[in-house]
């Protein structure tokens, strides 16, 4: 692979695109060349999620820049630092917070930040009332995370009151520390697509200051199906196949129906947590359960109320 790498001198696309095709043969050929891949580890660190193609080559670029970067370094020649803010484009609950808190962990391991911690912020906690405060209040977040991960969720918030509205100034305030601070201090704001479109046009330059856009689409009936599946399983629990049958069958509904307010993963989520509570009371009584049965969510677990 360390050759791969000096023969693709010329573009980090490259060299990425090969290493993917290299994992994936090497995946099928033998253990031992999987475990050299380079990107073993953030694959590791990114197999909890489903989908989220974007992402994973996303940050196998960066991982690939990185150590080129140290490379060049060793060599002599150039290292540019990289800049890492991010903008999370996304329905509710596909996966943003999640995302940004796993990337502090992966951003530490790859040495990018020196502490790798995870503040979530709104509106208030940057804003203040009076001229003065919100600069304040923002340079204390800022200074709080630094060398991990200030997450806004949002983000488009903080431009709510137009140009008199304090939010403008937190957002200057923070536009001022990301480019002082870039080495060790990653910002992301995230928020629904089309709101977060508006935002940005409502503050032109903030784009161009950040290098990721990242889009998290609405997922499939199937992806929300493994994710189901592996919610499940991280639990040990199993669904049976008429509980399988029914989610989906849920699932297909509820996406045709709501357009915006669905809750993608997070209703997943809720419907397994739900199942486990309703497994749990259906089995109290039973003394002499199995394992098996004391793994498997059956259909009435799942079945939404009412229904
Ligand atoms: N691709 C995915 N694979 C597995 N689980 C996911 C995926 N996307 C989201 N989830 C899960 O869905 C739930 C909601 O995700 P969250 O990050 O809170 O969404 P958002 O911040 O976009 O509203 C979390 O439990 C998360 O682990
Ligand atoms: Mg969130």
């Given at each position: ?15 990425v ?10 995946k ?8 050299n891949s380079?990107?073993m ?13 974007e992402?994973?080559?996303t940050?196998?670029?960066?991982y690939a ?6 490379k ?38 790859m040495?990018?930040?020196?502490k ?9 906690d940057?804003?203040?009332?009076y001229?003065?405060?919100t ?6 977040m ?23 509205d304090f ?9 001022k ?15 629904y697509?089309?709101?977060?479109d508006r ?7 903030l ?13 499939s ?9 592996q ?7 199993k669904?049976?196949r ?19 307010n669905?809750?993608?993963a ?19 009584g ?10 498997e ?8 109320e009412?229904s």
């Amino acid at each position: 692979m360390e050759t791969q790498m000096m023969q693709n001198r010329n573009g980090k696309i490259n060299i990425v695109l090969n290493d993917k095709k290299e994992v994936k043969t090497a995946k099928r050929s033998s253990e031992h060349s999987m475990k050299n891949s380079p990107f073993m580890k953030i694959d590791q660190e990114l197999s909890s999620f489903v989908a989220m193609e974007e992402l994973k080559t996303t940050i196998k670029e960066i991982y690939a820049t990185m150590m080129m970067n140290a490379k060049r370094k060793q060599a002599g020649l150039k290292d540019t630092r990289q800049v890492l803010h991010m903008l999370f484009r996304g329905n509710p609950g596909t996966g943003k917070t999640t995302v940004a808190r796993k990337l502090a962990k992966i951003y530490f391991e790859m040495n990018l930040l020196s502490k790798g911690h995870f503040i979530e912020v709104e509106r208030a906690d940057l804003v203040g009332e009076y001229i003065g405060q919100t600069a304040q209040k923002t340079r204390a977040m800022v200074q709080k995370a630094m060398g991990g991960i200030l997450f806004i969720d949002e983000a488009y918030s903080l431009a709510r009151g137009g140009e008199k509205d304090f939010g403008k100034e937190a957002i200057d305030t923070l536009v001022k520390h990301m480019e002082d601070n870039h080495n060790d201090f990653v910002l992301i704001l995230a928020g629904y697509p089309n709101e977060m479109d508006r935002f940005l046009s409502l503050n032109p330059g903030l784009k161009s200051r950040f290098p990721f856009i990242l889009d998290f689409d609405d997922y499939s009936v199937s992806h929300l199906m493994e994710i189901a599946r592996q919610m499940a399983a991280e639990r040990e629990y199993k669904l049976s196949r008429e509980a399988e049958w029914e989610l989906r069958s849920q699932l297909l509904r509820t996406t045709a129906l709501t357009v915006r307010n669905f809750a993608n993963a997070r209703y997943v989520r809720n419907v397994i947590e739900t199942a486990i509570r309703k497994h749990a009371v259906r089995l109290l009584g039973k003394e002499d359960a199995t394992p098996a049965e004391l793994m498997e969510l059956s259909l009435e677990d799942v079945q939404a109320e009412g229904s």
